[in-house]
Each structure stands twice: as C-alpha cells, then as structure tokens.
C-alpha cells in the first residue's frame, strides 16, 4: 500500500507522534553551591514534573504515539520512585489508547526493567543487537511501522537495518547514539527518532528526516535554553513538520554584560538587578537559574572580583531567590579581559614565584599534575577525583590561565590591575 492509497478515512487526519529522549529520571539538576532548604525539593522533584510534561503533552495533544528513544531512566539510581511514576503515566496513556515505544540507551536497557513489575500491554521496548518491528494501528488498521533497536554499548548504531516498510506505510525508525549520515541515508527510513544527544538537532537526507529532541530538562548550567519534547507530524502524502513543546520547569540561563569604563560597583549591581527583572518577565513562570558574567573596561570589576561579587550574589538572592517561582543567581564571573603584565612574572614576591611555576607547567605539558594527589584517600576513586582529571584536552590549560589569574586578583594590592 502506498501513502497516496490509504483509507480515505485517513486522509484528513495526519499521523501524530511525541518523540522524547533523555528524560533521566534519576539526575537532578547539579551545578550549584549552597543549595538552600527551600529550593532542595524542587530540584530533586524537577525530572519527574518535566517527564510528566512530556506524557501530559501526548494526551493534550491526542497523539497516536510516543517515542522514547534512550536514557528514560537509570533504575539503578532511581529507584523504586520511578517505577511507580513510568508505570502510572504509561497507564494514563493507555487509558486513551496511545501506545509507547521505547528504546533503551546507555543507561536504560531493556533488561534493567524488573521482571516482577510487568509494564502496561501498550509499552513496546525494543531488544539489543536486532532491529524489532511493529505495526502502528489506528482504528483497526495500520497507519505506520516502527523500526527500532536498542543500544548495545558499542560505537556503531546500525542504522542501515531499519528498513522502509514494503507495502508503504510511513517507517519511523528509532535509535540511540551518535548518528552515521551514511547508515542512517541507508535506512530509508521517513523519520529517524534518534537519542543520547542532550541538544536538539534535525538533520534532512534525501526525504528522510532525523530528529534528536534533545534532554526534556536542562541539567546543570552549561545546559543553557529552552528543553522539551517533539511534536510530530505526517501530512498524508506531505512534509513532516516538527514543533518543539517546552516540558522544563527550570530554566537555566548565562547572561554577559559589558560595562564601559566609566561602571561603578553600584551601576552594575544596578544592572544586574533591572536585567533580572526583564528575565522573570519572559520566564513564564519557570524556575530560572541565572549565571551572570560581567566583563569590560571598568576599574570596578576589579573591586567585584576581589571582595564584592559574592556580596552582589547574595543581596540578588535574597531579593529574588525566596519566591515561586525562583530566580536564583548561581554565581556571578568577572571576566579578567586584560592579560597579566609581564612585569609581574619577574617579581621577586610570593605571585611572582606562583605565576613563574604556573609558566613553567604551560610551557611543559609533559610535566605530571595530578589534582587527585591532593585530595583525601576515600575521595580518589569517587566523583571528586572525576573533576580532578585533567586528562580532558584544554582543561590543563584553562585550569592554569584560571589559576594564574585567582593568583593576581589575591596577592595583587588593592587599587592594582
């Protein structure tokens, strides 16, 4: 059958899906120092009240499906929380008859799911190391055929064996992973539902459309913009169409500001506070957590930097960070725009020995620096020595610039810059 030969009963009505990926039920957003009690709850409450946008989005928009394509959830992590919550809104869907299909990713293989717990006869999970297919029916007849697999650990995610569907019905296939441009043009699939990327991207191939939604939520503060889920439509014999639909219920956002020379401590505090209020205005009501970075020409900024900017962030706090909802300053960068003088490294003073060993570490690279070292003997196999490692490229260097330049703000007269 192909599309121009569907039931008439069909034609008027486009095939609608929600495609959603990354929910991670069991991280809360991170990246904040000093969480107070207040906010502690909402938190580690945010994943869950963002996947129940997704699922409240599926019957709002009365679709015919959703996809899940990867990292739902880490049981292991979450607990027995989430297995109540994922049982009670796959049961909420099944009530209006819209099926789930459900891929596993890195952290939520199929067979992590407990046994004794079935899930709702309308959710499909998809087995590794082979593709596994099904028909999407509605009304009795078959509308589409999804196509998935799910993620198996290794690099390659084998896109080229989700296979159109032979009689015609539109083919979504769904995967998890990084993505292949020439293995998924092989597919052939119309729309490929892609997982494991926190960002949203479309990629087009030939009448072929690839989709990450990105996570449903923003999890720390380098997760900047707006996050949700996807709105999927196929026109009969027509373009599909993709309309993002916001589920986060924190928002996180990184607003620099350039003062001029002529700023003072007291017109950037100023600022901050007016820009503030322009960002609660276009909230819509989200949580929103703000990392403020200032730069510029102003002898001020070396005043914030030294002694002000944790005074600034806490007067920010206390005026917007109580209410509901909150508007949390999670810090406040100065931004150093002038390079160290020279001069400086020659001092015979305690900062001209720091940044003289500083050099020395920059310009040999080769030379051992384990942060690890430092650290307690119970914390050198944990999360703290997981930010110690300094393997990562560019983060040995950016670790010294930073340093370098701590080292000039605190042993540095006040007044010099």
Sequence with gaps: MSHSTLPNEFADR?????????????????????????????????????????????????????????????????????????????????EKNIPIFWIGGSCDPPSDWPA?????????????????????????????????TSFGHSDTVPLDRLHRDLEGLRTIGIAYGALDQSSAQRSRVDYLAMGG?????????????????????????????????????????????????ATEVLRWTTERIETDASASVASMEATLFERMQALIAKCGGDD???TWRLAGSSPALSELRRTKAEQLVAKLRDHYGQTTPVAWTVEIVVERTAAIPESWYDQQTILG????????????????????????????????????????PGLRQELLEETAALAADLLTPSGTD
């Design 14 to 94: 486009p095939l609608r899906l929600i495609h959603a990926s990354d929910l991670h039920l069991e991280q809360p957003p991170y990246g904040i120092v000093d969480i107070p009690d207040h906010l502690r709850g909402r938190l580690i409450d945010c994943p869950y009240a963002s996947a129940e946008g997704v699922f409240e989005a599926a019957m709002i928009e009365a679709v015919d499906a959703v996809i899940l394509s990867g990292d739902v959830v880490d049981l292991d992590l979450a607990g027995p929380r989430a297995i109540i919550f994922l049982r009670e809104q796959f049961a909420r869907l099944a």
């Design 116 to 148: 004794s717990i079935p899930l709702p006869e309308n959710v499909h999970r998809f087995p590794i190391g082979r593709v596994e297919s099904h028909q999407l029916i509605r009304d009795g007849r078959p509308v589409a055929r999804i196509v998935g």
């Design 197 to 245: 990327c926190h960002d949203r991207k479309t990629f087009s191939f030939d009448q072929q459309t690839v989709h990450y939604p990105g996570t449903i939520q923003g999890r720390s503060p380098a997760e900047t913009g707006r996050h949700g889920c996807t709105l999927v439509e196929f026109e009969p014999d027509g373009p599909i169409t993709l309309k993002a639909l």
């Design 288 to 290: 929103l957590f703000v």
């Design 353 to 392: 020995d720091v940044l003289r060993r500083i050099r020395e570490l920059q310009q040999h690279p080769e030379t051992a620096l384990n942060l690890a070292d430092y650290l307690a003997p119970k914390d050198r196999c944990g999360s703290l020595a997981t930010l110690a490692d300094l393997s990562i």
